[in-house]
């Protein structure tokens, strides 16, 4: 079964630190990638996505996500958080044909930025 | 432009009884799929309508159905409700054509005691 796996579950950074949150993904062929976010109260919106072309996606908010089709994975990274960053991060993949409207998602890494 | 719109917010059911939450997708999209979101969990993918039918369907009982109306919104529907039925449930639309992402509502909170 397709699944999506995020390694790091609860991450605490001061402000300015770098950040990398891990997402692998198993799933042999063609897939879509995304990475959510969902600040505190606030709906899930779309940070960045990946469907073809340069694996080096860049999203809003500064952030950036490398899709490596080798290890399966689509990290996510941002080299200089801020407080306004913290909120829950969610890795999603569609996989399969381009036209589906099913999104796996992982479990999801909280993110705390300490001021 | 409104997004993806979903009421109630909260909701309060008891076992046993049946339960209706709605969305309206975002302005152009005609594809509604639902998903269920328990705490400390990502959503899980309950099912996708567009042109009215049931598309594709995840791994839930057929104690969930949906519809799809006429307008692109969409209902899901609870039967015989469970305490493991209490989750956050999302509603996410979009255009059904290759390369377009999904928008998410601010989800129904739905809690059975």
């Known amino acids: 079964a397709q699944s999506v796996s995020q390694h790091n579950h609860h991450v605490i950074l001061s402000e300015a630190a770098s950040l990398e949150l891990g997402c692998n993904y198993s799933y042999g062929g063609t897939v879509n990638l995304f990475w959510y976010v969902q600040y505190p109260g606030q709906h899930l919106q779309l940070l960045l996505k990946y469907f073809s072309g340069d694996p080096l996606v860049k999203g809003i908010k500064g952030f950036e996500a490398e899709f490596i089709k080798s290890k399966f994975s689509f990290n996510l990274r941002k080299p200089s958080v801020q407080w306004s960053d913290t909120a829950e991060y969610f890795c999603a993949v569609n996989a399969g044909s381009s036209n589906t409207g099913k999104l796996i998602f992982g479990q999801g890494t909280t993110l705390q930025v300490k001021p | 432009d409104a997004g993806v719109t979903q009421s109630p917010t909260h909701l309060i059911k008891t076992r046993g009884q049946q339960v209706t939450l709605r969305c309206s997708p975002k302005?152009?999209?005609?594809?509604v799929s639902w998903y269920q979101q328990a705490l400390g969990q990502g959503p899980q993918f309950i099912f996708q309508y567009y042109e009215e039918e049931e598309r594709q369907r995840g791994n839930f009982p057929d104690r969930f159905s949906g519809h799809q109306f006429p307008n692109y919104s969409s209902e899901l529907n609870v039967n015989a409700l469970l305490l493991g039925d209490s989750a956050l449930y999302l509603c996410a639309s979009r255009r059904r054509r290759a390369g377009t992402e999904a928008f998410f509502g601010q989800g129904t909170r739905l809690t059975v005691v």
């Open positions: 302005s152009g999209h005609d594809t």
